[in-house]
């Protein structure tokens, strides 16, 4: 396995807090969050139940957001989706519930009855008598002996049979003084929040997640990260004070940046953002990958461009597709890519080659730290999988609706528009009696009216027996125009 060397580098503004996760160089991870509209995920609210549908085996709930936060039956209480929804809940009741994903387009927040409370090294699920390890600590020994450390440290705050844990992939290789501390700081925090649940009225916020720099600390200071480079003093000594608090691990990996150049701007973050916003992904080779997200699915298109091997095609393609495999790992996690995802390789004929292609892909994408599930080539030989998704991707948060197109992703040509306006001034002066036209266009409408259209457009006044006048609008969008009598 290749050696990791990862920074991690915190640009905070009043309004913005951005950190970019770097591993040999290279930018892999970018998370976003602004002041305005801090992501749910993790917040845990008193809600009331507005609305029971049995036919969907869910309900809808408010926990105080503009719109209503959907709860499926399997989500409630242990997760026993056999109980119908309209037994498990009813209209009016107050619930207890956990954001697991924020609200993406038009989709109101996903919740679940099942609270699950982070620290460092544990997750805290009240009322659930499990103890659980993280798949990402493989070695069988290490599993055994963190899980006795957690029965031991239960046993000892008397906590056996009313809560249970999971150990996170940062706890290998703990002692118990951590886990204990950690145990009793979870605990404390339960009996705050109980009380809270107790005290409020339905809707409102009883659990604040973390915000992102504090987040960062605690969720993605690993021990490959060799650096945490953080460019706003008073952010800095907040994380300095949260570190000494619970993570002093990691108090010497921890700098604040006072540099003139932008911190994001000398280790190349800001290119490789609006890298991460384009369609189209170079690779070395010469190929490129394609990548389209709509509502329903993200696909990746894979093409040769201009990489022609050294031997024959069949290589090229194989060579093309197995490269394209590190890109596209890389660029769900940059780009948080979620949902169904289908990437469409080159044609492979030989059977190896795909077995291999698929192979890479799986390899490549382990490191990713959402759940990803690949399902290999379809009969239509593409491959499809799915990717957990939790928060908006980066196009999603940075990006809006074009005005022009409209999220159609292509506008008329101008060619189109200057024949749409033809057959307007022909319908216009068949309805009323005008004495001459004026047409308002964009720029590049009117030129090509005044320019390469102007033959069409001087037969027309022969056809019309009308005048007709063109007159530039700058602020008009390219498929904007008026006619006016």
């Not at 929040?193 to 997640?209: F, G, H, Q, T």
């Not at 490959?224 to 108090?251: C, N």
């Not at 060619?415 to 005008?434: G, K, L, P, Q, S």
Request: with cysteine; proline share 4%; glycine share 6%.
């Amino acid at each position: 396995m290749s050696f990791v060397n990862a920074e991690i580098l915190m640009n905070v503004t009043p309004t913005e807090t951005r950190v970019a996760v770097v591993e040999n160089g290279v930018l892999q991870e970018i998370y976003i969050e602004r002041t305005n509209h801090r992501g749910l995920v993790g917040n845990i609210y008193k809600g009331k139940v507005v609305r029971v549908l049995p036919g969907m085996q869910a309900a809808f709930v408010d926990i105080g957001l503009e719109r209503a936060a959907f709860i499926h039956a399997a989500e409630v209480g242990k997760g026993d989706a056999n109980a119908p929804i309209n037994q498990l809940l009813h209209e009016g009741q107050s619930l207890v519930v956990q954001v697991t994903k924020d609200p993406i387009s038009t989709k109101g927040a996903r919740l679940t009855t099942q609270l699950a409370i982070p620290s460092r090294y544990l997750v805290y699920m009240p009322g659930v008598d499990h103890v659980g390890v993280s798949q990402r600590i493989e070695e069988e020994g290490e599993r055994d002996r963190l899980k006795e450390l957690v029965n031991n440290c239960m046993e000892a705050e008397g906590l056996t049979g009313e809560a249970g844990f999971i150990l996170r992939t940062a706890a290998e290789g703990v002692g118990e003084d951590e886990i204990l501390a950690d145990t009793r700081y979870l605990r404390r925090l339960w009996r705050k929040l109980e009380e809270r649940i107790k005290d409020n009225k339905a809707p409102s916020l009883v659990y604040d997640e973390l915000p992102l720099s504090l987040r960062t600390i605690r969720d993605l200071s690993r021990p490959e990260v060799s650096k945490i480079l953080i460019d706003s003093r008073e952010t800095f000594q907040k994380i300095e004070q949260f570190v000494q608090q619970y993570v002093p691990e990691v108090a010497d990996r921890i700098e604040y940046y006072p540099g003139p150049r932008p911190l994001f701007e000398l280790y190349s973050v800001e290119d490789e953002i609006q890298r991460a916003l384009e369609r189209k992904v170079p690779l070395k080779s010469g190929g490129y990958l394609v990548i389209d997200q709509t509502e329903a699915m993200t696909t990746i298109d894979i093409n040769t461009g201009a990489f022609v091997g050294h031997r024959n095609l069949e290589e090229t393609i194989f060579n093309t597709n197995t490269e394209a495999t590190q890109a596209i790992a890389r660029q769900l996690r940059l780009r948080n890519l979620g949902g169904m995802i289908l990437i469409d390789f080159i044609d492979m004929i030989e059977p190896d080659h795909k077995r291999r292609v698929l192979h890479s892909l799986e390899v490549a994408t382990n490191k990713d730290r959402a759940k990803i599930n690949i399902h290999g080539f379809t009969a239509l030989g593409l491959i499809e999988m799915t990717r957990k998704r939790t928060r908006e991707s980066i196009e999603h948060i940075l990006c809006g609706e074009c005005p022009v197109c409209k999220g159609r992703g292509t506008v008329k040509t101008i060619e189109t528009i200057c024949f749409e306006i033809m057959r307007e001034i022909v319908r216009v002066n068949r309805a009323y009696d005008a004495d001459k036209f004026v047409v308002y266009a964009s720029p590049k409408v009117a030129e090509a009216l005044m320019g390469e259209e102007s033959h069409m457009l001087a037969e027309l006044e022969v056809f019309v027996s009308k005048q007709i006048k063109v007159q530039t609008e700058t602020l008009y969008n390219q498929d904007k125009y008026d006619v006016v009598m």
